[in-house]
Antibody, heavy 120, light 107 residues
């Protein structure tokens, strides 16, 4: 069974960048779809984008296009999400999630979440 | 963009109750509708995919139905472990969308 372990909580000043990692273990990393979602307090999850490591071609949600970069390292079975020019509204819990069927649409395995706080 | 709504936003129920949660999409999404359960401080957990297919390990008291724009999640007999927030999610279009959630708490 695949497990996803994310990096720890982050605190950032407005205008800076944050990079969160997600290490996969126990499965075929390259063929899964790995997405990044975030969840602000009291809201439903919001899909930011994703990547299928085998294709190495990320897809981004329109809301985040130009501000987020998603990458995957097959050698370390780790995915990364970098968000730039952060602002207070980016304060949320960020999740990586895996689609074992290979797409970026149904999320059957989730990381534990990484809390990102943006404050001056 | 497709928007998802859920009703009710919250409900109070007792163990053994039958619980029904409704999800509506702003345009037809065929059967591309999934349900998740989330407990405080935890990641969402996939319960049902493609409207009515039960994810492995999910108890059979959970069921889903619907098509087009209107969908339902039913818990046939609420158990103590089921008090949580439930989200629907469409997977019809690239860049999926979640509903705002329905919180099920103790009556």
């Amino acid at each position: 069974q695949v497990q996803l372990v994310q990096s720890g909580a982050e605190v950032r000043n407005p205008g800076s960048s944050v990079k969160v990692s997600c290490k996969a273990s126990g499965g075929s990393f390259s063929t899964y779809g790995i997405s990044w979602l975030r969840q602000a307090p009291g809201q439903g999850p919001q899909w930011m984008g994703g990547i299928i490591p085998f294709l190495n071609r990320p897809n981004y949600a329109q809301n985040f296009q130009g501000r987020v970069t998603i990458t995957a390292e097959k050698s370390t079975t780790t995915a990364f999400m970098e968000l730039r020019s952060v602002r207070s509204e980016d304060t949320a819990v960020y999740y990586c999630a895996l689609s074992s069927a290979g797409g970026l649409d149904v999320f059957d395995i989730w990381g534990q979440g990484t809390r990102v706080s943006v404050s001056s | 963009d497709i928007q998802m709504t859920q009703s009710p936003s919250s409900l109070s129920a007792s163990v053994g109750d039958k619980v029904t949660i409704t999800c509506r999409a702003t345009q037809p999404i065929s059967n591309y509708l999934n349900w998740y359960q989330q407990k405080p401080g935890k990641a969402p957990k996939l319960l049902i995919y493609a409207t009515s297919s039960l994810q492995g390990g999910v108890p059979s008291r959970f069921s889903g139905s619907g098509s087009g724009t209107d969908f339902t999640l039913t818990i046939s007999s609420l158990q103590p472990d089921d008090f949580a927030t439930y989200y629907c999610q469409e997977s019809y279009t690239p860049g999926v969308t979640f509903g705002p959630g329905t919180k099920v708490d103790v009556k």
